[in-house]
Structure formats: structure tokens, C-alpha cells
């Protein structure tokens, strides 16, 4: 089980093969698609559908080696949706069709928030270094622009 390096915001980072959810350290693996079916189905039913798997018992999170950078992200996110559904005890609150759309919005929900939080830390940073000047209020208003 290998780090995966992957381009994000156009620099190459390390996509480390743990993570860590409710005090629990899960490993991430990036299987080829036929492993990645066999996995939790070892008779193959998902017929080439699954790109990410999170296994509970053995603490493993798998994921689709052909994927790529973005999709890797957010199916990583998927399933630590899943982890955090399992491990709060709400999955049998949910069909498994809503745990899907529920692990869906989370992985988006995350993806928005790293884009967003990243883009603001660089302006932030840019403006710390050019003029100290600039209030609070002023950074709220560039953070959220009048619509028209």
C-alpha cells in the first residue's frame, strides 16, 4: 500500500494511505477495477460500476487506481460520508438510494468548501503581504459579492 501522488490546484501532492474518522485510522488502497469489484463481492455483482468501497470490518477505504484527481478526492469523500453514517449508528434511518445521495452532497459539500477555503487563504495571504491595512469587514465582503 503505496502513497498516491495526485496534481491538486496545480501542484503535486500526496494522497497519504491513511485517514483517520471518529478516532479510527482507515487505510486507503487503490485497486484496479476487477479487485475493486471483488471487494465486499466476491462474486462480482457490481459488474464494473464501483469506483470507491469502504470496508468497516477490516477498516480499509478502496478506491479506483484509474481515477483521476478530482474524482479521486470526492470518492475518497463519499466514503468517509459512509464511515461517518456508519459510525454515528444513522444508516438504518436512510435507504441505501439516500445514504447515496447523502455521501454524494457530503463528497460536493467538501469539494466546495476545500476550493473555496483555499482560494481565500491565498488572497488572504497575498493581502498580509502587500497591506495590513484592510479590515475584517472588508474581507467578508470579498468573500461573499453582491449578486445581481
Known sequence: MQDKKIRFWNKEVTL???????GRDYSIEFLNNDELNKVGDPDGETSGA????????????????????????TTLA????HLLIDTLGVNNF????????????A????????KKGIQYARRTADDRSSSRTETRADDRKNLHPKRH
Open 16 to 22: 497519504k494511505n491513511t485517514i483517520t474518522v471518529c
Open 78 to 81: 463519499h466514503e468517509v460520508a
Open 94 to 105: 436512510f435507504t441505501k438510494d439516500q445514504i447515496e445521495s447523502i455521501c454524494d452532497i
Open 107 to 114: 463528497a460536493q459539500t467538501h469539494e466546495a468548501m476545500i
Open 50 to 73: 464501483r469506483i470507491g468501497y469502504c470496508d468497516f470490518i477490516t477498516g480499509s477505504i478502496y478506491i479506483d487506481e484509474r481515477l483521476d484527481e478530482y474524482m479521486a478526492r
